[in-house]
């Protein structure tokens, strides 16, 4: 199954791979996936988290396997004839996860990616209606960091950077995990940065800077952007691509942070415009780049 990411940067599309676990319908961003085989057994590891189903090694390297059934509290019934592992990579880590059967893939905006509230934002960063049936988008950042906490951000790299002043300069986040959006904040806090605008996606930053803009106040309003590239009703690289094509916003730094810095994300980022990218755990190098474009 080709799992290659969009060509094309910018246009607030992407593409969903559909999968089953039980009865339930499930979707990840296929920028996440580098293959799917056929489910094998794994080798298990002693003393695992009970999630952690073992590991494996195709083509020399060693993927931890992670039942997604136990992960969501649904009876893993295995059927060796259509159970498959997909096996992702984001934040620097390789892992599989067994899914009972996939579906395919689909072409969507994130425009038609429904918020989740605040009864699933837990577990999902998305719904989506697909042919008369919901598929839930989950939240395999938080899935990965519940089983090894130390997959998440870096907090502690913050306290490695010493006696920091105050600093009142404005930043505005765009990122539609409330768990993260207030971890980010924390950590900038810490780092002396405490004039922190929160947004939950996209849509929701740039509609902030048109208000800012329409106020005539976007000079004093913003000073840096921080956004994920992951998110409901408008993505990092679109809302991106909307400021640096802004002639009155394009001078305001942009610094993607997420999980899905690779080769080619960067290739994507580069093209809208962002002036910096980094990979989400590294909340340490957020703040040096944050002192680049606000200090020098």
Same mark, same amino acid.
């Given at each position: 199954?080709? /799992?290659?990411v969009l060509?094309?940067?910018?246009t607030?599309?992407?593409? !969903?791979l ?8 499930y979707?990840?961003?296929v920028?996440?996936?580098?293959e799917?085989?056929?489910? =094998?057994?794994p /080798?298990?590891v002693?003393?695992?988290h009970?999630?952690i189903?073992g590991?494996?090694m195709?083509?020399?390297?060693i993927? &931890? ?14 059927? =060796? ?5 997909v096996?992702?990579?984001?934040n620097?880590l390789? @892992?599989?996860?067994?899914v009972?059967? *996939?579906v395919g893939?689909?072409?969507?905006s994130?425009e038609d ?8 934002? #837990?577990?999902? &960063?998305g719904?989506?209606k697909?042919e008369?049936? +919901?598929i839930? @988008?989950?939240?395999?950042?938080k ?5 090894s906490?130390?997959t $998440?951000l870096?907090? #502690?790299?913050?306290?490695? +950077? $010493? *006696?920091?002043?105050r ?10 995990s ?7 904040e924390?950590?900038? #806090?810490? %780092?002396?940065? /405490?004039? *922190?605008i ?6 929701e %930053?740039?509609n902030?800077l ?7 106040? !976007?000079? /004093?309003? *913003?000073k840096?952007i921080?956004t994920?590239?992951e998110?409901p009703?408008?993505d990092?690289?679109?809302?991106t691509k ?7 916003m394009?001078?305001?730094?942009i610094i993607?942070?997420?999980s ?9 980022g580069?093209s @809208?415009?962002a002036?910096?990218?980094? &990979?989400?755990?590294?909340i340490?190098?957020l @703040? ?9």
């Open positions: 199954m080709n /799992t290659g060509l094309e940067s910018g607030n599309e992407l593409e !969903i559909e999968f089953r676990v039980g009865n339930n319908f979707g990840i961003n920028a996440k996936i580098r799917i085989l056929p489910y =094998q057994a /080798t298990p002693p003393n695992a009970p999630c189903e590991i494996f195709p083509r020399d390297t993927i &931890t396997v992670i039942n997604l059934a136990k992960c969501l509290n649904i009876p893993d019934l295995k059927d =060796q004839t259509t159970d498959m592992n096996i992702t990579n984001f620097k390789n @892992v599989a996860f067994h009972h059967g *996939v893939i689909h072409r969507i994130w990616i429904n918020k989740p509230d605040e009864t699933i934002n #837990s577990i999902a &960063t719904i989506i697909f008369e049936k +919901l839930i @988008v989950l939240d395999f950042e899935i990965i960091s519940d089983i906490p130390e $998440g870096k907090v #502690s790299d913050i306290n490695h +950077l $010493g *006696v920091r002043n600093n009142e300069a404005p930043i505005l986040i765009a990122e539609d409330p768990l993260l959006s207030k971890l980010i924390e950590c900038l #806090s810490k %780092a002396g940065y /405490t004039n *922190v929160l947004t939950g996606n996209g849509l %930053a740039w902030k048109q208000e800012f803009k329409n106020n005539n106040r !976007i000079e /004093t309003s *913003v840096c921080i994920d590239i998110m009703q408008m990092g690289h679109h809302f909307l400021v640096k094509t802004d002639q009155d394009k001078y305001i730094p993607i942070f997420s899905l810095i690779n080769d080619e994300m960067k290739r994507k580069d @809208v415009g002036d910096a990218q980094i &990979t989400k755990p590294e340490g190098s @703040v040096e780049i944050l002192d680049k474009f606000i200090l020098q």
